[in-house]
C-alpha cells in the first residue's frame, strides 16, 4: 500500500504513453502520477510492452504501485472492442510475438490509410506520420490525426476523426482482425486479466457486453471519463451479478488532451481485487 495517501488510496488503471499514441515519457507519467496523488498506476499502451519496464522502475522508486497493462484491438458484433490486459507478463515470448505482429499490420495500415486521405485530394505522406511517432512502434490513427493538424488539413483532431478517419470513415481502415476470445486467450497465457475497455463507448453496450461474458472476458472497466454515472452504476451491477472484475483508469494520452491523469480516482480494493484474482489463478495454473 501506498504511503502517498493512505486514508482514501486510489489508482488510474488506464493510461497511455509515447510508446503507443500517447505523449508522455515513463518519467512524466510517473511524476504526474506522485503528483495526483495516485497510489498505483497500470500503464495500458495499444499493442505494446514497451513502456512497462521503465514505468515500474520508476513506480518502485517513488513508492507507487504499478500494474503492466497493454490495450488490445478487437472486433465483435460489427464494432471495434478494446480489451485491457491486466498483470501481463513482460517475458512472454509468445505474446510479445503477438505484439510484434499486431505492430506490423499497424504499419501496413497507416500505409493503407495514407493512400485513401491521398485519394480525397489530402496531400499527407507515410513519412510525416511515422515521423510523428517515432518513439513508438506501434502507431495508430492518432498519429495520422496529429499529421494531418499539422499539415494544416484539419483544425482539430476531432474534425481529423469525424471527417476522414474514424471508424467507417472515408480514410479509415480495420486493424489487424482479432476477436474478443482471441484476445482473451492471449492475455490469459501472458498471465494477465482481460477487461473490456470502456464498454459505455460501444453502439450497442448491452450485446458487446453480454457477447464479452460468453466468450470469457474476466471484468469491465466500469469507470472512465466517457461514461455518465448512470452507465457506470449499470456496468457494476453487471460486474456484481456476475462475479467480474471491475476496473477504471482515465484513458489519459497526455497533456494535448482533454483527458487528465487521475481524472478517475478508482478505489484501491478493487485493484486488490485484481491482485488476487490475477495472483489465485497463476497459482492454479503453474
Ligand atoms: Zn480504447
Ligand atoms: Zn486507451
Not at 101 to 125: A, C, H, P, T
Request: aromatic share 6%; charged share 20%; glycine share 8%.
Amino acid at each position: 500500500m501506498s504511503k502517498l495517501n493512505p486514508a482514501n488510496p486510489v489508482a488510474d488503471l488506464h493510461l497511455h504513453s509515447h510508446y503507443s499514441d500517447g505523449t508522455y515519457t515513463p518519467q512524466t507519467l510517473v511524476a504526474r502520477a506522485l503528483k495526483t496523488g495516485l497510489s498505483c498506476i497500470a500503464l495500458t499502451d495499444h499493442d505494446t510492452l514497451e513502456g512497462c519496464a521503465a514505468t515500474q522502475k520508476l513506480c518502485e522508486e517513488a513508492g507507487i504501485g504499478f500494474i503492466a497493462g497493454v490495450e488490445l484491438t478487437a472486433y465483435a458484433l460489427g464494432e471495434e472492442v478494446h480489451i485491457l490486459g491486466l498483470h501481463v507478463n513482460l517475458d512472454n515470448e509468445p505474446f510479445l510475438e503477438k505484439m510484434r505482429e499486431f505492430q506490423e499490420g499497424r504499419k501496413n495500415r497507416i500505409i493503407e490509410m495514407v493512400s485513401l486521405l491521398n485519394k480525397e485530394g489530402v496531400g499527407l505522406s507515410v513519412e510525416e506520420v511515422l515521423e510523428l511517432a517515432h518513439h513508438c512502434s506501434a502507431p495508430g490513427r492518432m498519429h495520422i490525426a496529429h499529421a494531418l493538424l499539422r499539415g494544416k488539413h484539419c483544425k482539430s483532431h476531432d474534425e481529423a476523426f469525424s471527417r476522414y478517419i474514424g471508424e467507417g470513415k472515408v480514410a479509415w481502415a480495420p486493424k489487424v482482425n482479432c476477436s474478443i476470445e482471441a484476445a482473451v486467450e492471449l492475455l490469459h497465457g501472458a498471465g494477465a486479466a482481460a477487461l473490456v475497455a470502456h464498454p459505455g463507448m460501444q453502439r450497442d453496450r448491452a450485446a458487446v457486453c453480454e457477447y464479452a461474458i460468453e466468450k470469457g472476458i474476466d471484468g469491465f472497466e466500469c469507470y472512465h471519463p466517457r461514461h455518465s454515472n448512470s452507465t457506470t452504476r449499470r456496468l457494476i451491477e453487471l460486474c456484481q451479478a456476475h462475479q467480474l472484475l471491475i476496473s477504471g483508469g482515465s484513458d489519459c494520452h497526455g497533456v494535448e488532451e482533454r483527458i487528465y491523469m487521475g481524472s478517475i480516482r478508482l478505489p484501491i480494493q478493487y485493484v486488490e481485487q485484481l491482485n488476487q484474482w490475477v495472483y489465485s489463478k497463476n497459482l492454479k495454473k503453474a
